[in-house]
Each structure stands twice: as C-alpha cells, then as structure tokens.
C-alpha cells in the first residue's frame, strides 16, 4: 500500500513539476523578451525548464517502479483467491459456467484491474487534480478567460452521464461475448477429433464466426460510444479557448493582460488539453475496469454451498459403513424435473463390495456423486460410518472415500503425481510402495514402457493415452488413496477382456476388506461384488446375489445381459424403462 501511494504522490509531483513549465515560461516572456531582464536570464530560464524536464521524467519512472510490484501482488492474490473459491463451489455451479466464462474472469478481468490500479486509478485522480490546480493558475492569469474556458465543460458534464451508461452496458456486453467465445475455442479444442471425424469443421468455423462477429458488433460499438464522447471533451475545450484567444488578445491590447500571462494561460491551456484529455480515456477504462470487477464478484460472492459443519465429527468405528436412507436429489439446474434419485434406501457393510447395476439414465452416477458431497442430497440421508456426511469435515470425508469416475480425467503432470493425487503417507511405506501396488491392481504396468516410465508427462499437455490406458491409471488413483470406501463408476469398461481378467483378479484382493461401491455394466464386473443392487429410476427395486437377481428379476437379466437364455421379448417389455432408456450393455 505504502508503495502504491509512493506511486501516486510522484505521479502528482510529476503534474506539478509540469505545471510549473508554463509559469517559467510566463516569467520569461514578462521579464526577458519584455526587455525588462538581462539577456542572460534567458540560459537561466532553460535550464530551469530543461531541469524541470528530466525532473518530471525521472518522477514517471519512479512512478511506475513503486506501482509495478504491488498491483501485480494484488492481481495474483486475486487470481489466487478465485481459483481457492472455484475450488469450493459445488459441482452444481460449475455444470452452470461456462468454463471461458470462468477463464476470462481469472485472466482477462484481473489483467485489466491491475493496469488500472497502476496506471489508471493514478492518473484518473492526477489529471483531476492536475485540472483544478491548472484551473487555479489560468485564473489567476485572467478570470475571464478562465470562466469563458470552463464553460465548456457544463455540456461535457451532461454528456457524460449518458455516456456512462451506454458504456458501461457495451463494456459488460463485451467481456461476456468474450468469455462465450473463450468457452467455444476451449470445446472446440477439446472436441476437435469429433469436429473433424465428422467433417464439421466449416459448420465449427460458421458458429465461431457468429460469435466472433458479435464481439467485434459490441466492441465497434464500445469504441464509437468513446470516441463520440471523446470527440467532445477534446473538441469543446478547443472551442472555448478559440474563443479565450480572441477574447485574451482584445484584453492584451487593452492593457487590461500581460502578455506572459497571456502566455502562460494558453500554455496551461496546452498543458491541461492532455489531462482533460486523459480524464475522458480513464473514464472509459474504469468504467471497463467495474464491469470487470462485478463479472470477478459474481464468482466471488456464488456461495460455497457445500461445506464443512461449525463443529465436525469423526466417526468412533471408521470401518466403511455406507447407509443411504430414503436418499432424494434432483439436479439444481433442473429444477421441476422428476427425482433423479428417489426415496432410495440402500447399505454397504463394511468391508463388502456392493455392484450398482441399473439401466441407462436410472441415476447410478448421480448417487455415487452424493457420496463424498459432490452434490448435496436433497432428501433424506446418506451415512458414513454411522454420521451423516454432512457431519464430516468436508476434507476428511473426502480423504474417507476414493471415486473413480466414469471418464477418467487425467491433468497435465506425471503418471506418479496422476496415481498419487490422494494418495497419504502410510506408516512403513514410501511413496515408490504405494505407486507400484497402485499400478500393479489396475494392471496399469505400461507406464514403465512410456519415455520417461512413471515420470511420464501425460494429460492435455503431455503424452495422449489409450481410453483403456486412462482408466487404469483413474483406478489406481482411486486404489492408491487407500480409502475407507471405494466408489468406482464402471471402472473396467473400456478394457479388452483379457486386461479386465488381470484386473478383476488382481482388484478381488484389494476389495476384500475394503468397502466399495461399484457401477457394474457387465456379469465381469458384478463378479467381483458380494451383492448387487438393482436400480430403476433413481429407486433400489432389488439387493441380493448375482445368481439371486439373475433367477428373479427380468429387468436385471435385461440390464446386465446375462443369463444363458437371452431375456423373451415379454421380459423386455416388462422392465417398463426398456423404451425410453434401455440400452443392452
Ligand atoms: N449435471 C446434470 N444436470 C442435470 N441433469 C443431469 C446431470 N447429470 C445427469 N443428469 C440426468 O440425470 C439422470 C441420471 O443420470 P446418471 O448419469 O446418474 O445415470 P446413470 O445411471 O449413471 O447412466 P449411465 O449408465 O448411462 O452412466 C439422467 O436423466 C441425466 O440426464
């Protein structure tokens, strides 16, 4: 802060020390050129302008030396602080934004705070400043062309109001239309293998132009507001000193002004055209700078919704205990729509592996979202270990319970870092322990073979794997974390058979004593659970054995595809849902 008014108070005595130009150069006309000074006065005059010259630059460098750190320190804390909020919003939020959205807000509306913070905020109150004090010595100079001077700013003034609104509306227009466009660049990057396989590039190319053109449409529009308005604060103080020339020089023939201080008023004059000037550019760049700093905000004051109670409990028996009862949830952004799950009951015991196997859409995802708090239950309650989830610190709940999705995201760093991500230190073992046992269960041992084995750079910046390949390493992730419950969406769907028998064999041991949650599409996969339950829309209709809901359920022999027999068309037909979201697995 210190620095930051260091900055300002040599900005203003850099104003100062140009101010005092014109006044020299008035004293000069008065006294030398008048004949009443010595010659020599003249060298004496320049040097002192000359100084005053190198003094004021010397004040703008140290201006900008002062502002630099501390507005670039403001802008990363910014920065910083968004990103920790976006990391507590709720996934509900983020299925809301738009991620450009959220780009240029951490990046383009920060940039724009910090330039004005160090140039802007500045110099707005140095040339206001800078104005009133030029003001006072063209008053002093002849009140009457000050007054016939200053008339111009009554219709600059009126104007401005609307300018303010109009601007301010196309400044906020604009960073939307940005962040939109940022959101489609990142889709289209990402969706760039499907954009191309089928040949859509152009109908890519037209919607981005669109968009484009409607950003360029807003910033046309923003820029022609500024210029109009511009183009009067430049123009009226012409005008009026047009007029003060007329008028200062009727006076000086009168003998009522000195020629110096004729002198000095229009050099002033000169002087201030720039700041009056600068005074209607800052205008605009704050009023772009508060459309950024609202857009910041909205992020900033969405509520982290989901959070840890004032006094967390720990569980007296952390043994894995899953009790969801009567659980309820729709999504936020749908509200009015059916439950996604709904009035659901259902318990795994500690140390069982329990198969979720339901039809396309019947809400199996969702409810494992529910688990570790990822969305809140609506209704109803889910119970970890005999406490509501919602007692738990939100951390320790998290670290309690390991999820593998069902697309497997991998970020930009090693294939270690990726399979470690939440993994703790285990008494008795390093970090080497737990990554080799991780990749040996999720039969994820071709990491060794890639360039740089575990070191292996992988994700978007990195080396590109196989769906299979990602999978693997998404449940060694989960594997590694040594949770108290595994939770994992379908983690073996995109393996060949033979790697989902090395896996399944290899994943038997490691489940065995460990809780788990598992999405299963296929007999392979359920094989591995102790029982099953069977979910259709967002309810559990069955919990039993494999061998148990394949002799009593057509809905699970259809949904599961197994069976010796292949499930009559009457059998289909009764699963009710077979139409609208069966899809044999
Ligand atoms: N973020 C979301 N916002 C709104 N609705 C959603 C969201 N995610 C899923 N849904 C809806 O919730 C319902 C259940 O989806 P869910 O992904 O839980 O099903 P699922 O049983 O896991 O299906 P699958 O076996 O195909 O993965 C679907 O109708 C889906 O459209």
Redesign the pocket.
Known sequence: MARLVLGGLCALLASVVALTIPRVLGWLVNTVLTGEGAASAVWLGVAIVALLGAFEALLIWLRRVFVISPTAGIETSLRLNLFRHLQQLPVAFH?RWGSGQLLSRSMGDLSLLRRWMAFGSIMLVVSSLTVIAGLAFMFSSSWILALIYLAGAIPITIRAFKFRTVFRDASRLSQDQAGDLATTVEEAVHGIRVIKAFGRGREALDGFHAQAQKLRDTEIHKARTLAGFMALVVALPEVTLGLGLFTGLWLTADGQLLVGDLAAFFATAAFLAGHVEGIGMLLGMTLTTKTALDRHYEVIDSPATITSPDHPRVPENPAGHLVMRDVSFT?P??PGAAN?VDGLDLEVRPGETMALV?G????????LHLVPRLYEATGGAVELDGLDVREYDVEALRTAIAVAF?DSILFSSSVRENVLLGARPQPGRTADDQLAEALDVAQAQFVHDLPDGVETLIGEEGLSLSGGQRQRLALARAIAAKPRLLVLDDPLSALDVRTEEAVTARLRSVLEGTSTLI?A?RPSTVMLADRVAL?EHGRIKDVGTHSELLARSAHYRFVIAAGDEPPSVEEVLDTEDTATEGDPA
Do not use: F, I, N, R
């Open positions: 299925d999504y952004d749908a996604v339901g396309t859409g019947s809400g199996k995802s969702t409810l069902e999405v599409h979910m």
